[in-house]
């Protein structure tokens, strides 16, 4: 890869990581917003819930506008959107001008991610990247960036939540700029150099080749999907787990951290090592890894046995996440509606989050420890399920896929 090609990826992965920074970096500062604006419990879960719907909306929405107009255009709108969004945050003085910032945020990370996935596509058209490798950077720069959040938020708790939301919004311009920069120019529509913008369907789809494009695209975002049901299911339980057996919190955050960096790794790895493995085989992984780790908290909830297994599940967890985000990109007859395909992928991606933290919760309060064994039975189930519809949907349309 040349030097110049090496700069622009930096830039959009930059980008990346500053959005997710800029969200985890407000978590520690919770307490300090319900006292602020006065906020109750219900007022504190519509904060982070509001966000997530708005994302989720407006993900389609950035799609379609990166198909539309020049992705890289899209991309810079959502991060001033972004921008704006946190400053407006910091100087919220009731909680109705925090919830409604915080549905702006939402928004423009929707409108944000589909046109980093799309830029990231045609980037990889461009300088000749591997989907499979560009999507590993992807995943690290995105844990990283969630990982940074809190490291801020302790090193620069002194300077307070109002001067570290006003750094993290010129920080979000700044890598607007860079976004802008990496992504090529005039790329709409599949206008990749080489390709036709609208590519007729091939013969032997029997002029199918839309259908096909929107199932395969609904059945990768299902695959994410369940795959973040089943790490968010453990975000709220396990802190649970480790409580109840008089650990300290600093032993969740070590759990967490280890298993963060765990996905950090491995999605480096796998981008470089993963070339020649299918979609098949890159589920197939994360099914076998997740659910054994999974199981495997059962046993016990002190911190040597809990950080194994939830590494484990976190070794899995990059190779559904590269499969689902591979065969997107890979979808030759979305032609011109990559974008839009990123966007409804996102859209039903971010369902999983959604749906995880009340799963987990519900079932570890019916069952306790045995809740896990259950969440894995259910994250093994619904990964054969969808893998069963991979298949036989590859089949139909695999004239019209890469």
């Keep these: 890869m040349t030097r110049a090609a090496r700069l622009r990826v930096g830039l959009l992965l930059a980008g990346i990581l500053s959005a997710n920074a800029s969200y985890t970096v407000l978590i520690p500062f919770v307490p300090e917003l319900e006292r602020r604006v006065h906020m109750d419990g219900l007022g504190l879960a519509l904060t ?22 020049q992705a890289r255009c899209v991309a810079f709108t959502g991060l001033g959107v972004v921008a704006l969004s946190v400053t407006w945050l910091a100087f919220s003085t009731s909680q109705w001008e925090l919830l409604a910032a915080r549905v702006a945020w939402g928004a423009g990370e929707g409108i944000l991610t589909p046109a980093l996935y799309h830029g990231a596509t045609l980037l990889c058209s461009e300088h000749r990247i591997p989907d499979h490798r560009m999507m590993g950077w992807f995943g690290t720069a995105s844990v990283t960036g969630s990982l940074l959040g809190p490291v801020i938020a302790g090193a620069g708790s002194a300077l307070g939540l109002t001067t570290l939301c006003v750094l993290g919004a010129a920080a979000a311009v700044a890598t607007a700029f860079g976004v802008f920069r990496a992504i ?31 199932v ?12 973040g049901l089943g790490y968010s299911a453990l975000e709220p339980t396990i802190p649970l787990y480790i409580a109840a057996a008089g650990e300290s919190t600093l032993v969740i955050s070590s759990v967490f951290t280890v298993g963060l960096a765990t996905f950090a790794l491995v999605s480096t ?9 299918s979609v098949e085989t890159l589920v197939t992984v994360g099914l076998v890894t997740g ?3 999974t199981a495997g908290i059962s046993l016990s909830n002190h911190q040597i046995p809990l ?11 990059p190779s559904v996440y590269i499969a689902a985000r591979k065969g997107v990109a890979a979808l030759r007859s979305a032609g011109g509606r990559l974008g839009i395909s990123f966007g409804v992928f996102g859209a039903v991606s971010d369902l999983g989050e959604v749906v ?22 259910i994250g093994m189930t619904l990964l054969t399920v969808v893998l069963g519809i991979y298949r036989r949907w590859s089949a139909v349309a695999r004239p019209v896929t890469a």
């Design 356 to 377: 995880g933290p009340l799963a987990g919760s519900g079932l570890y309060a019916l069952g306790g420890r045995q809740g896990f064994i259950w969440l894995a039975i």
């Design 48 to 69: 982070f819930a509001l966000f997530a719907a708005a994302k989720a909306l407006f993900q389609p929405v950035g799609g379609a506008w990166s198909d539309r107009w």
């Design 307 to 317: 950080m194994c297994c939830f590494a484990l599940i976190m070794t899995g967890q």
């Design 291 to 293: 659910t054994v780790g």
């Design 269 to 277: 790895v796998l981008g470089r090592v993963a070339e020649k493995w």
């Design 184 to 214: 090529p120019q005039g790329a709409r529509a599949g206008a990749v150099e080489g390709e036709e913008a609208e590519p007729s369907p091939d013969p032997g789809a029997g002029g199918r080749a839309p259908r096909h494009w929107m």
């Design 216 to 227: 395969m695209v609904l059945v990768f975002g299902v695959l994410d999907l369940v795959a």
